[in-house]
């Protein structure tokens, strides 16, 4: 199975933000086409940066470092998934309209491939594959945040939604790897209250700022940081050609 590795080549150390947006964007596609969950998405995505924080962009082929990131998340997050569906998403991801893979002598290359990545994998993680992620701080954060505001404010904007959607595309990059899950939680909420200029009710005359009491070890510096990070993904959102659908 042909994939656009070859694109990636070439060690420029300013490639590798998108080409890991690309691979990203890969695994995240692939993980709603074989019905994952979105923790073991997340995990996928962690294990995939943290493989690459370890190992040099050239040493391995991205794309199959995603797929083993893929089938070994499953295990992790005990959402199974089989090897052969993980590699017929990605066909059909790589070759639009394609029937899937014969079972023959190519198939099972391909198989063993990705199985002996999974094992390079764990290896270069030192088998240090579980992760806390961001997502029930959220959803607790959230849930805080709708009893602060009035009905209307939080009726009429998005912000749930926003928020959910900015987690969700800030594993194009690794911030899962640079800062704490309830910081990142904290950042994503405060940018989309921000986005649709949602205040928080007597937040000037509180003595902490409403984000304080949800991480009290976390400052403006480190919300702006996160907050510039998911700017630049966007911007190469805008910068990457889309896969032909």
Same mark, same amino acid.
């Given at each position: ?8 080549? $070439? $060690? ?7 080409v ?6 890969? =695994?995240?596609?692939a ?15 962690? =294990? ?38 993980i ?11 394609s ?15 990705v ?54 595309d800030?594993y ?31 937040? +000037? ?9 949800f ?23 805008t +910068? ?6």
């Amino acid at each position: 199975m042909e994939t656009p590795h070859s694109d990636t080549s $070439g $060690g420029a150390a300013g490639l590798e933000p998108r080409v890991h947006f690309r691979v990203t964007r890969f =695994i995240m596609e692939a993980g709603v086409k074989l019905a994952m969950r979105s923790i073991p998405i997340a995990t996928a995505c962690t =294990i995939y940066h943290k493989f690459f924080r370890e190992i040099s962009l050239d040493a391995y082929d991205p794309y199959l470092v995603a797929m083993s990131s893929i089938y070994l998340a499953g295990k992790v997050e005990e959402q199974h998934l089989r090897i052969r569906d993980i590699i017929n998403v990605s066909n059909s991801y790589f070759h639009p309209g394609s029937e899937p893979l014969e079972l023959d002598s190519r198939f099972w290359e391909l198989r063993d491939s990705v199985v002996q990545c999974e094992l390079l994998v764990l290896r270069a993680l030192r088998f240090q594959v579980s992760f806390q992620h961001p997502h029930k701080y959220l959803l607790h954060y959230l849930m805080a945040l709708k009893h602060w505001l009035n009905r209307y404010s939080w009726q009429r904007t998005p912000v749930t939604i926003v928020a959910w959607a900015l987690l969700r595309d800030s594993y194009h990059g690794g911030l899962c790897l640079r800062f704490q899950p309830q910081h990142l939680a904290v950042a994503v909420l405060y940018l989309a209250l921000q986005v649709y200029g949602v205040e928080v009710p007597a937040e +000037e005359e509180a003595e902490k700022q409403w984000w304080q009491v949800f991480s009290e070890d976390l400052t403006k510096p480190i919300i702006d940081s996160i907050v510039s990070d998911l700017i630049q993904i966007y911007a190469m959102d805008t +910068e990457i050609p889309k896969p032909l659908a």
